[in-house]
């Protein structure tokens, strides 16, 4: 076999196998801190977190778009930041709501958004920051808000004595009965993209896996930083824009074999 094929043959079988190591890839979730601003992420099947960046301007309530931005905002501002660096972008300076949870519906038409101060029930459009009242929760002191792929939306009601997991109406603001008695409080939640729902702990700085049927918390990572309040995944099949390792090495596979080509012919 000329090398020339034996190049051709390990591209090809990095192709095949690079679908297989993107659905065996485990789940990484972005979370934000709010003490210092530092965007990270937590590789859900290790627990480990890397610092990707900080900034002064955007802390509360992270969301993904279908397109991959994420939001951020902070009490009177929204914006986005880059994953990549963790920069912020403000769009709004000036929203006059303290949005400390976000989350997007299932096409993502819609972003929705509680008021950390009023606990009213807001839609926030993404182009302008500007929000729209929707309704009245009744929640105290809303931390926490997270949209399953069926639209079911699902909040954990911290600073209350019932301190359980509760689902929300996004049409009346309603609230549904404790579902589940959770471990501790929730400071943010989110859905993976096969949703499983997680959690931040309040008084412990851990990442939890939870179980809404029992309630029950698995611990999953215990965090470095101590006020976590945004957490979001991508959207399924939504990627980084830094390259892949398969990329990569595809395409220095690429110009090997252009290489090995332009030898031959000069020979």
């Not at 190049?7 to 192709?15: F, G, H, K, N, R």
């Not at 993904?64 to 939001?71: A, I, P, Q, S």
Request: charged fraction near 10%; include cysteine; proline fraction near 3%.
């Amino acid at each position: 076999m000329t090398l020339f094929k034996r190049i051709l043959s390990s591209a090809l079988l990095v192709c095949s196998l690079s679908p297989l190591q993107s659905a065996l890839a485990a789940p990484v979730v972005y979370a934000l801190d709010y003490s210092t601003s530092t965007l990270l992420t937590v590789d859900i099947a290790t627990g480990t977190s890397t610092v990707i960046g900080s900034n002064n301007l955007l802390r509360n309530g992270l969301a993904f778009g279908g397109d991959g931005t994420l939001y951020a905002n902070n009490s009177g501002s929204f914006g986005t930041l880059d994953t990549n660096t963790g920069s912020a972008t403000v769009i709004n300076g000036a929203t006059g709501r303290s949005l400390q949870a976000m989350d997007f519906n299932a096409d993502f038409s819609k972003l929705y958004g509680l008021d950390f101060n009023n606990g009213g029930l807001y839609q926030i459009n993404s182009s302008t920051g500007v929000s729209s009242f929707v309704a009245n929760t009744g929640l105290t002191l809303p931390s926490s808000l997270a949209i399953r792929s069926d639209n079911r939306a699902f909040v954990a009601d911290t600073f209350t004595s019932s301190l359980g997991l509760r689902e929300i109406n996004l049409v009346t603001g309603a609230l549904g009965p404790t579902i589940a008695a959770l471990t501790e409080g929730m400071t943010s939640m989110a859905f993976d993209g096969n949703d499983v729902l997680y959690g931040v702990g309040i008084g412990t700085d851990r990442l939890y896996r939870i179980d809404i049927a029992s309630g029950v918390s698995t611990v999953v990572a215990q965090l470095a930083f101590g006020d976590v309040r945004g957490l979001a995944f991508r959207a399924p099949g939504v990627t980084n824009s830094v390259p892949e390792p398969t990329t990569l090495l595809l395409a220095g596979l690429g110009l090997l074999a252009a290489g090995c080509t332009a030898r031959r012919r000069r020979g």
